[in-house]
């Protein structure tokens, strides 16, 4: 029987290209459905502050989301990979106007300026991506355990943990490590 790791390795690879081959339709009509799931969660929560990810290796789409959130007059916040602390987040304020740079992993981020770091536990909702989810509230990253650091003991903080993914990426149940961080949601379309 194949270990814990093994596992995840393999299921990520597996969930990871079914996301991919998702066509161009598919991954629209999903963005358009999640938005509107993501908006009247915000508007439920009463939401001001919300942290986003721009999408990555067939990640389902968030940019429609931040520009109705611009539209709303809402803070939105992007993760930019901390410079000092290893595996760790920073959010920095997201703006139409923000200078984007590939991270190590040839994902856009903001360019770092100090004053434009807002901390996490002020966030109201963190949304996050996802490899694989389960009916559980388990969410499978890439991983590098970065929103795992991020969302430890999330139940004490200011903000929830949303995961949001595509329908293809559930499973009946993931195999979990003590480090997994179960999330207070998971949206799917």
Known sequence: MKNIADLRKTLRQQIRQTRQNLTALQQQQAAQS???QA?????????QHIALYLSFDGEISTQLLIEKLWQQGKNVYLPVL??????HLLFLNHRP???LIKNKFGIFEPQLAVQNVFPAEKLDIIFTPLVAFDLQGNRLGMGGGFYDRTLANWQHKNFVPVGLAHQCQQVKSLPVESWDIPLFAILSA
């Open 39 to 47: 908006l009247a969660l915000i508007e439920q929560r009463q939401a």
């Open 82 to 87: 901390h410079p000092f602390a290893k595996g």
């Open 34 to 36: 999640l938005t509107q």
């Open 97 to 99: 106007d923000t200078a």
